[in-house]
């Protein structure tokens, strides 16, 4: 049973940064690429950032890049979201995803990934 768990959401002023965590188990984690994305009030689910299994290859929406930064670590089984400059356009709830099948390059695509953690609330405040 694969989980997901995200932290490290809350309120941030305008110009903050927040770190968001998101640990995963049930599988071997390394063999999977791993994605962020993020849900508005009144909006659609959308892509903010994915990353390869090794870390070495990354994507980016273009409304987060230069802003945010994914990475992930193996051996704890946890992938990041560093989001720095936040604005308040980047309020939303933000969920950490697991792509389905392994072996994979990382994709902005939701439909690629199988399990999804339970979001975490991120708002920032103008």
């Known amino acids: 049973q694969v989980q997901l768990v995200e932290s490290g959401g809350g309120l941030v002023q305008a110009g903050g940064s927040l770190r968001l965590s998101c640990v995963a188990s049930?599988?071997?984690?390394?063999?999977?690429?791993m994605g962020w994305f993020r849900q508005a009030p009144g909006k659609e689910r959308e892509f903010v950032a994915a990353?390869?299994?090794?870390?070495?290859?990354?994507l980016y929406a273009d409304s987060v890049k230069g802003r945010f930064t994914i990475s992930r670590d193996n051996a704890k089984n946890t992938v990041y979201l560093q989001m720095n400059s936040l604005k308040p356009e980047d309020t939303a709830v933000y969920y950490c995803a697991e792509r389905a099948r392994a072996y994979l390059g990382p994709s902005f695509n939701s439909y690629d990934y199988d399990y999804w953690g339970q979001g975490t609330q991120v708002t920032v405040s103008s």
């Open positions: 049930g599988r071997t984690f390394s063999n999977y690429a």
């Open positions: 990353i390869s299994r090794s870390g070495g290859s990354t």
